[in-house]
Nanobody, 123 residues
Framework: QVQLVESGGRLVQPGASLRLSCVVS????????MGWFRQAPGKEREFVAA????????RYAESVKGRFTISRDNAKNTVYLQMNSLKPEDTAVYYC????????????????WGQGTQVTVSS
């Protein structure tokens, strides 16, 4: 009974910052890697960032390196995605995923998914 619930997505202007949160319940909360993915209309789901159970190492998609930071607070069973310098190209539904055995960049490596939170970057 693992559940993931994302929050924090909203409409913002280019250059703004947002922090997405994902609260995880269940045995995988602080045991395996977690990741963030996103999917824009008409596009396939793409990898954004991943983090190990200990918080290090981390990996990022090239498109978000230097702008996004993934972190986790195992005491709160929460993973975060801090997004800075947002661009219109970042507009997508963002999903958190859990229970990968490694810092995977493909969705089949993750067993559990949240419902997604919409991030819209527009002027």
């Amino acid at each position: 009974q693992v559940q993931l619930v994302e929050s924090g997505g909203r409409l913002v202007q280019p250059g703004a910052s947002l922090r997405l949160s994902c609260v995880v319940s269940g045995r995988t909360a602080s045991t395996y890697a977690m990741g963030w993915f996103r999917q824009a209309p008409g596009k396939e789901r793409e990898f954004v960032a991943a983090i190990s159970w200990s918080g290090a190492p981390q990996r990022y998609a090239e498109s978000v390196k230097g702008r996004f930071t993934i972190s986790r607070d195992n005491a709160k069973n929460t993973v975060y995605l801090q997004m800075n310098s947002l661009k219109p190209e970042d507009t997508a539904v963002y999903y958190c995923a859990a229970d990968a055995r490694r810092l995977g960049i493909s969705s089949p490596e993750y067993s559990y998914w949240g419902q997604g939170t919409q991030v819209t970057v527009s002027s």
